[in-house]
C-alpha cells in the first residue's frame, strides 16, 4: 500500500484549501505548487520525474496456486446474477482469462479489483448485514465492532 500520510493532516488539508487554484493545477500540471516547492530542495530528476502510479499485483493475489476460498463463489454467476452489479457472462469471461494465465492489461486488472471488491461489499454490507440492536436508554452512541455483529448484539 501506499501511504501519504503529511498530506492527510487537517492543518495540511485547511491551509491549502486557501490556495488559489492555479497554484494547484496550472494547466495540465499537477501538483503545481509542490512541484515549485520541490525545486528548492529537491533534485531535478526527482522534482520533475512524471508520476509513476502504484498498480497492485491484483491477478496475483487472487489468481494464483492458493485462491482465497471465497473467491469462486463470489464470482460465481450466480452469485454476480443475484448481486445484479456485473454481467455474469462478461465477469465468466474475464475469469477464464486470468485462470488461462493469458496476459492481461491493466484495464482488466483493474475491472477485476472492481468486480470483487463490489462483490465484496454487496456480500458484507447488504447481504449479510445484521442491524444493531437499538440504543438503550443510557446510551447516546453504539459503537459496535465485527464480532458483535456477528453476534447480533
Same mark, same amino acid.
Given at each position: 500500500?501506499? #501511504? +501519504?500520510?503529511?498530506?492527510?493532516?487537517?492543518?495540511?488539508?485547511?491551509?491549502?484549501?486557501?490556495?488559489?487554484?492555479? @497554484? /494547484?493545477?496550472? $494547466?495540465?500540471?499537477? /501538483?503545481?505548487?509542490?512541484?515549485?516547492?520541490?525545486?528548492?530542495?529537491?533534485?531535478?530528476?526527482?522534482?520533475?520525474?512524471?508520476?509513476?502510479?502504484?498498480?497492485?499485483?491484483? +491477478?496475483?493475489?487472487?489468481?494464483?496456486?492458493?485462491?482465497?476460498?471465497?473467491?469462486?463463489?463470489?464470482?460465481?454467476?450466480?452469485?454476480?446474477? !443475484?448481486?445484479?452489479?456485473?454481467?455474469?457472462?462478461?465477469?465468466?469471461?474475464?475469469?477464464?482469462? @486470468?485462470?488461462?494465465?493469458?496476459?492481461? #492489461?491493466?484495464?482488466?486488472?483493474? !475491472?477485476?479489483? $472492481?468486480?470483487?471488491?463490489?462483490?465484496? @461489499?454487496?456480500?458484507?454490507?447488504?447481504?449479510?448485514? /445484521?442491524?444493531? !440492536?437499538?440504543? $438503550?436508554?443510557?446510551?447516546?452512541? /453504539?459503537?459496535?465492532?465485527?464480532?458483535?455483529?456477528?453476534?447480533?448484539?
Amino acid at each position: 500500500m501506499e #501511504g +501519504r500520510f503529511p498530506f492527510l493532516d487537517y492543518r495540511v488539508v485547511e491551509f491549502c484549501s486557501r490556495f488559489p487554484s492555479d @497554484l /494547484k493545477l496550472r $494547466g495540465l500540471t499537477e /501538483k503545481y505548487l509542490l512541484k515549485k516547492l520541490g525545486e528548492r530542495w529537491l533534485p531535478e530528476e526527482i522534482w520533475q520525474r512524471p508520476k509513476r502510479p502504484y498498480r497492485a499485483p491484483i +491477478r496475483r493475489s487472487f489468481f494464483s496456486e492458493s485462491p482465497p476460498d471465497y473467491l469462486h463463489e463470489l464470482l460465481s454467476p450466480g452469485q454476480l446474477k !443475484a448481486t445484479g452489479w456485473f454481467n455474469p457472462s462478461a465477469v465468466t469471461r474475464l475469469v477464464r482469462k @486470468l485462470e488461462s494465465g493469458a496476459a492481461i #492489461g491493466e484495464t482488466d486488472d483493474m !475491472a477485476l479489483a $472492481g468486480i470483487i471488491s463490489t462483490q465484496l @461489499l454487496h456480500h458484507q454490507f447488504v447481504t449479510n448485514f /445484521k442491524m444493531p !440492536a437499538p440504543l $438503550g436508554a443510557s446510551e447516546d452512541v /453504539k459503537v459496535c465492532v465485527g464480532r458483535d455483529l456477528e453476534a447480533g448484539i
